[in-house]
């Protein structure tokens, strides 16, 4: 069973940057595309972005130009950058296989003062 630790997380003012990372167990890229998911208290889960085993990235457009996702294949690692932020992007944030098939990890606070 894979495991997923979550860690950058951290209190920020709007504007700033923070780089997560997410590291697993083992071979992240045998489920074909992990994910970063972040959950705001009282919403649902969502998917921010994406990378395939290719390389190819997806962003949901409440992120686009503002986060960038890169894994890193031989640390079974997956980054997620995060410039510009806003207080919407407050959240918990973590990684899974997208969709997701891995037990959920304890994620990591984000949170963006105005």
């Known amino acids: 069973q894979v495991q997923l630790v979550e860690s950058g997380g951290g209190l920020v003012q709007a504007g700033g940057s923070l780089r997560l990372s997410c590291a697993a167990s083992?071979?992240?890229?045998?489920?074909?595309?992990m994910g970063w998911y972040r959950q705001a208290p009282g919403k649902q889960r969502e998917l921010v972005a994406s990378?395939?085993?290719?390389?190819?990235?997806n962003y949901a457009d409440s992120v686009k130009g503002r986060f960038t996702i890169a894994s890193d294949n031989a640390k079974n690692t997956v980054y997620l950058q995060m410039n510009s932020l806003k207080p919407d992007d407050t959240a918990v944030y973590y990684c899974n296989s997208r969709p997701p098939k891995i037990m959920w990890g304890q994620g990591t606070q984000v949170t963006v003062s105005s």
């Open positions: 990378i395939s085993s290719g390389g190819s990235t």
């Open positions: 083992r071979n992240i890229f045998s489920f074909n595309a």
